[in-house]
């Protein structure tokens, strides 16, 4: 049997129980979807770093990822991104949150299936509105009505993020509750 506790000096406030985690769980989804947010305490409550891959590209380009996009386009940032999540899956067990485009890569996707545990954070078009409209830091709605885009980017992905291990909705409920699900998925997958 294997042993599926972590040190209890990472005690789980949740009292879900303890997990250990044998390969990265990333994080997948609509920007506001809540990955980074999400990722952040469900990190804290399994005991392994959280690492947000737009602060990693950021850190790796030396600057900002709407200068990334101003600057040097999309496909560059594409670019940027698969290889920096590349070298993070092949890293130790960690909460990854990703670019809400990143899964959309076909190779980033497939290294994902093989080594981690993909968890698509759903939400519905008015979470998301609300959740994105409290920041201007997103490039790609800067071209025009944020619900359109949106809209959108839920029709033309969701196909895709449905390819993810899990799927977990997150609305407007209490972050604690969406961590709770996750560590109960990922207790029935070890």
Request: with cysteine.
């Amino acid at each position: 049997m294997t042993d599926n506790t972590i040190n209890p000096a990472n005690h789980n406030r949740l009292g879900t129980g303890y997990i250990k985690l044998q390969k990265p769980v990333v994080l997948v989804g609509l920007m506001g979807a809540g990955k980074s947010t999400i990722g952040r305490r469900l990190a804290s409550e399994i005991g392994v770093e959280f690492i947000d891959s737009d602060n990693e590209i950021a850190e790796a380009a030396e600057c900002s990822i709407a200068d990334i996009f101003e600057i040097y386009g999309e496909s560059i940032f594409r670019d940027l991104e698969k290889r920096v999540l590349l070298r993070l899956l092949s890293g130790e067990p960690i909460v990854l949150a990703t670019g809400g485009g990143a899964f959309m890569n076909a190779e980033i996707r497939e290294a994902i299936s093989k080594q981690a545990i993909s968890i698509w954070l759903r939400a519905d078009i008015d979470v998301l509105v609300e959740r994105v409209s409290r920041r201007n830091t997103r490039p790609l709605l800067e071209q025009g009505d944020k619900r359109v885009i949106l809209t959108k980017l839920m029709n033309d992905r969701s196909p895709i993020y449905n390819q993810a291990d899990l799927v977990v909705d997150s609305g407007m409920g209490a972050h604690e509750t969406v961590v709770a699900e996750i560590i109960e998925l990922l207790r029935a997958q070890s």
